[in-house]
Nanobody
Framework: QVQLVESGGGMVQAGGSLRLSCAAS????????MDWYRQAPGKQRELVAT???????YYAGSVKGRFTISRDNAKNTVYLQMNSLKPEDTAVYYC???????????WGQGTQVTVSS
């Protein structure tokens, strides 16, 4: 069964750091762009960062310079290193991919990140 499983969320004070991981099962990791999204209470889900199979990256303006997305193709895992965290980064963070071979979308279950001021 294809799955995306996030880990690494938690509670941290403003200015702190967290590292999220997303482990992909099956054959959906290789050859597909991997994304991190987040959804804060009462807000729409938003794209945070993207990494292509070749390692090209994109960041939302609100996290650029503070967050770093990376992938380990041998481990089928994508990471989100979050530094200089702010209270406004508080949200549930989701891993997502669109499998270009099956044209299916996959979401992880989400991991809560809470940043206190």
């Amino acid at each position: 069964q294809v799955q995306l499983v996030e880990s690494g969320g938690g509670m941290v004070q403003a200015g702190g750091s967290l590292r999220l991981s997303c482990a992909a099962s099956g054959s959906i990791f290789s050859g597909n762009t991997m994304d991190w999204y987040r959804q804060a209470p009462g807000k729409q889900r938003e794209l945070v960062a993207t990494i292509t199979p070749g390692g090209n990256t994109y960041y939302a303006g609100s996290v650029k310079g503070r967050f770093t997305i990376s992938r380990d193709n041998a481990k089928n895992t994508v990471y989100l290193q979050m530094n200089s965290l702010k209270p406004e980064d508080t949200a549930v963070y989701y891993c997502y991919t669109h499998d270009v071979r099956t044209m299916k979308d996959y979401w992880g279950q989400g991991t809560q990140v809470t940043v206190s001021s």
